[in-house]
């Protein structure tokens, strides 16, 4: 199907010479003089390599269409991750690689939505938040309001994150999957 180039969006999968690509992350660029375009990054389905590639806005893309099918995270082995499909209980293996920057918010026995394109597994989709333990917090600083600023922490899963002051480590708090920012503190 025939898309112009700046409703390009990231998950999605475009044909590019001859090659099937998965769509990272996309930028609109709007330099001061000339036509806009559109910057993406996208990775190589077959050889898992990256590359950017730009197109004027106007240009055209082909995109596939996929189907999404929902499966749960059973475990990983080796390079692969081991999914299994809800109706039926079959194993599926799908590459790691697909998962990309979202790879540490992964949690056992996760409902995540699988990309198909022709029954080749393309993107991985999380829940969009999760619960996490905050393993390391800065201490607050003395006369700093709860508005002003964030402050570093680290969560259990290894990844970098800003909390508000009143956050120590220890609680539990709920982020972002797909940029691991902070939502809000955990109920319960």
Known sequence: MKQQANLIRAGQVIEHEGNRWTVLKQQ????????????????????????????????????????????????????NLVLMDGETFEQFMVPASILGESAPFLQDNMAVSVGLVEGDPVSITLPPHVTLEIVEADPVVKGQTASSSYKPAKLSNGVKT?????????????????????????KG
């Open 162 to 186: 800003l909390v508000p002051p009143f956050i120590e480590a220890g609680e539990r708090v709920v982020v972002r999957t797909e940029d691991g920012s902070y939502v809000e503190r955990a």
């Open 28 to 79: 609109i660029i709007t330099p001061g003089k000339g036509g806009a375009f559109i910057q993406v990054e996208m990775r190589n389905l077959k050889t898992g390599n990256k590359t950017n590639e730009r197109w004027r806005t106007a240009d055209t893309v082909e995109r596939l269409t996929t189907e999404d099918k929902d499966f749960t995270y059973s475990y990983t082995d080796g390079d």
